[in-house]
């Protein structure tokens, strides 16, 4: 009788080892079953949060003013931007103050002019 209560016991015992086991697998293959219904996910800059959500959310994040990356990545694009504009702005301001200041207009050279 000892040998049956003992048996018992320990089929009683794997049997719950093995559902504690189980339900965490069977939870983990559920969540990556969510991730395939619901496609890739995608990193967004949100309101300066990274955050990641479904591809098929990601046009209605750009359109109200979200980037597509990381919010790092997206703060370096921002600045490197501004500084090609500067530098932009900066050449154009040079090429003008060069074009009014050329000596091969009458008027603005050196020389006399022929006012003599």
Do not use: W
């Amino acid at each position: 009788m000892r040998r049956v209560a003992v048996a018992a016991a320990l089929a009683t015992s794997l049997l719950v080892a093995f559902a504690a086991l189980g339900g965490i697998g069977a939870a983990q293959s559920s969540i990556s079953s969510a991730q395939y219904q619901y496609g890739k996910k995608v990193t967004i800059c949100h309101k300066g949060h990274t955050i990641s959500v479904g591809k098929a959310a990601e046009p209605a994040h750009v359109r109200h003013g979200d980037s597509v990356g990381t919010c790092a990545a997206a703060k370096a694009k921002k600045a490197k931007a501004a500084k090609a504009k500067a530098a932009a702005a900066k050449a154009k301001a040079a090429e003008k103050k060069q074009d009014d200041g050329s000596s091969d207009k009458p008027g603005h050279g050196n020389g006399k002019g022929g006012k003599g």
